[in-house]
């Protein structure tokens, strides 16, 4: 059985990749982290579609991927829609804000959007936000820099922004005009979920689309038959520093050493 490919702009995937192995264990993946080109979210579409492209076909030349997961909200938003048209014979799962779970259980309808400016800027998030309006109040909060802090592992910059971001995604609290549920709308901050608690009461709650997007990718492989019975496994590939990617995987993803090894190659 081919392996499932999933890619980020650098780790921030690996916060989806957990919950894929947790709901997936007998199949292989590959995962790529693009981090001699991160980050994507304050670039333009233009260069997360090249970027999200190359990785793409990186992926099936390389390893004939059986389906691709794309765990990076900002590169679904951009791209997307291009890579399914380009390549009809890969199933592609991505993943956007969890806003539907958000306003579905949402006690005072105030919620926070903690994203890329990218993704916040997009005509796929405008048209989804839009589709909740009149049945909750939606903010966003655009976190420009955390990416490249969590990808850099700067704790003094990582505890900053943080508590810059908190504080404009608040107030919180359980009483009318106060949010009490902040969507983790880019696959990083889930990384640092301990963090941006700190600045907020015990009760708030943090959404983030892991475990759905795992789901999903099942029933994509169930529906096609492509459901591996296996070992399972994971190689590790990054377009920048190997030990880098090894390292946060390590500290997130409580890695275990692969039977298959890992690999580094540059996109
Ligand atoms: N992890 C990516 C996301 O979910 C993003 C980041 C970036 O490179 O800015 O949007």
Not at 39 to 51: F, H, L, Q, S, T
Not at 83 to 107: C, D, F, N
Request: proline share 6%; aromatic share 6%; glycine share 8%.
């Amino acid at each position: 059985m081919k392996p499932i490919g999933v890619f980020d702009s650098g780790v921030g995937g690996l916060s989806v990749l957990a919950a894929l192995r947790a709901e997936l264990p007998h199949e292989r993946f590959v995962y790529f982290a693009d981090t001699a080109y991160a980050p994507y979210g304050e670039r333009g579409d233009a260069y997360v579609i090249e970027r999200s492209r190359k990785v793409t076909e990186q992926l099936i030349a390389e390893h004939g991927i059986k389906a691709l997961v794309v765990a990076c909200n900002t590169a679904t938003t951009a791209a997307i829609h291009l890579l399914r048209a380009e390549h009809p014979a890969l199933p592609i799962v991505g993943l956007e804000p969890a806003l539907k779970p958000a306003v579905a259980t949402s006690r005072t309808g105030r919620i926070s959007v903690m994203a890329t400016r990218g993704t916040l800027a997009s005509a796929k998030y405008a048209a989804l936000r839009d589709s909740f309006a009149g049945s909750a109040d939606v903010r966003a909060v655009p976190c420009d820099g955390l990416v490249k802090a969590i990808e850099g592992f700067d704790e003094e910059a990582i505890s900053l922004l943080c508590a810059r971001y908190m504080a404009q995604a608040g107030p919180f609290g359980d009483t009318a005009g106060q949010v009490d549920t902040v969507v983790l709308g880019c696959t990083h901050y889930p990384l640092v979920k301990n963090e941006l608690q700190r600045h907020a009461p015990p009760a708030l709650r943090f959404i983030d689309t892991g475990a759905p997007v795992a789901q999903q990718t099942r029933r994509v492989l169930a529906s096609l038959n492509r459901l591996a019975d296996g070992e399972g496994g994971l190689r590790l590939q990054s377009s920048g520093d190997h030990a880098l990617l090894e390292a946060a995987a390590a500290r997130w993803l409580a890695r275990s050493p692969s039977p298959q090894g890992t690999t580094a190659s540059a996109a």
